[in-house]
């Protein structure tokens, strides 16, 4: 290998690491979903400055071509990282779903109220009840 | 959720014998742009069990459903974007736990059900937690073809040996749902594809709910057109088959008690 590989291998590692630390910094990336990219990140940045413990891991795995762990290891992050996002779309989704239910109650509530305030004698039959006024 | 973790119990809920009065049985109509057809839909249910709540969820329409249900007569919970007719299902359960209601029928938008059968139909609750109005049994002159056909059996094969009853139509859109079923679909109600046939009547009778039919009559649709394309009766019988799977791997709800 040379020097200029064996430098462009730790710059990448560090810049996906800074990458990923400065989206948690300005919290557009939460902790929780940023665990496995800093999990990839820092193994690539090992992988970089000691690339021995690669063929290392490699030969304890018996895995033949060191490349192939790469490879391996990646894809097996990169599934765990969606299985998160999928689970978490899932709650998101169900919390939406909680909240349309609340505004169609809400809704329905208003109303309810409105009526029973145009109803009630005394009072003037105000626009308070915004006929097709509907929430969407 | 907010209310995981609530106090069950799988006993009979204490009202379990006195039948409900005509005021506590609530009509939900999952309505998704049926504008065509909610307003004879409500108009018959308020005729046909004028003590009932009319309550009409409007699934995110965009063709004004609201407006003219509410016209018609019913109460309108409007959606603000379409969750389907298990989300908008649960949404009625929901009105029907905090408002009191013991009794739930559903009953389509599209205007195929005839809503003198609700009657019947909460009539059968005394002995049943859900009664579903079923367009296959004895009587009915509804009529459904090849693969779409083999699929429903296939269904209500399935289903019936969970509730240990003779089944014919697992996926009928017509449902009375009784006050230890209403605890429960309030609590538990599957908002997700199909949700609202198989998995609901999964999820029931796995709680140890009793289900059971009745003949009905289907009418024509007073609108839109059923589907009946043989690959997607295909795809049906698979989503379906993954959905009853997936309600049977679940773990079991227990009934909610009715005092939550």
């Known amino acids: 290998m040379s020097p200029a590989t064996y430098i462009l291998g730790i710059v990448a590692a560090l810049l996906a690491i800074a990458a990923i630390v400065e989206l948690m910094r300005r919290r557009t990336l939460r902790e929780r979903h940023a665990v496995w990219w800093l999990v990839g990140g820092i193994l690539a940045l090992i992988i970089a400055v000691f690339p021995q413990t690669l063929t290392w891991a490699a030969r304890l795995l018996g895995v033949v071509a060191p490349t192939n762990l790469v490879f391996f290891v990646a894809i097996g992050l990169l599934f765990l990282v969606s299985l998160q996002y999928g689970a978490e779309l899932t709650r998101i989704e169900d919390k939406m779903r909680h909240l349309a239910e609340q505004s169609a109650y809400h809704d329905d509530r208003l109303r309810q109220l409105e009526s029973a305030q145009d109803d009630a004698p005394g009072r003037a039959a105000g626009d308070a009840a915004g006929d097709g006024d509907e929430a969407r | ?260």
Request: glycine content about 10%; some cysteine.
């Open chain 2, 1 to 260: 959720m907010a209310d995981h973790g609530m106090r069950v119990s799988t006993a009979p809920v204490e009202f379990g014998d006195v039948p409900p009065a005509p005021s506590e049985v609530l009509v939900v109509v999952p309505a998704l742009n049926e504008s065509g057809s909610v307003a004879a839909v409500v108009r018959g249910i308020r005729e046909a069990v004028p003590d009932a709540l009319c309550l009409v969820i409007d699934d995110g329409s965009t063709d004004g459903t609201a407006e003219i249900a509410r016209a018609a007569g019913a109460r309108v919970l409007s959606l603000p974007f379409n969750l389907g007719v298990g989300g908008a299902m649960r949404t009625g359960f929901r009105f029907a736990r905090d408002h009191g209601y013991r009794v739930v029928v559903q009953v389509d938008a599209d205007g195929q059900h005839d809503p003198r059968d609700i009657a019947r139909l909460v009539g059968r609750l005394g002995d049943a937690d859900i009664v579903i109005g079923s367009r296959f049994a004895g009587g009915a002159s509804y009529d459904v073809r090849g693969p779409r056909r083999w699929a429903m059996r296939v269904l209500a094969w399935a289903v019936g040996r969970l509730a240990r009853r003779r089944l014919t139509d697992v996926t009928s859109g017509f449902k009375a749902a009784g006050p230890r079923a209403v605890a429960l679909f309030a609590h538990t109600f599957p908002a997700e594809y199909l949700g609202d046939t198989v998995e609901a009547l999964v999820i029931a009778a796995r709680a140890g709910l009793q289900v059971e039919e009745v003949a009905v009559d289907m009418r024509e649709r007073q609108a839109g057109r059923p589907s009946h394309h043989p690959v997607r009766a295909t795809v049906y019988l698979l989503r379906a088959g993954i959905a009853f799977l997936l309600a049977t791997l679940q773990p079991r709800v227990p009934i909610e008690s009715a005092s939550a």
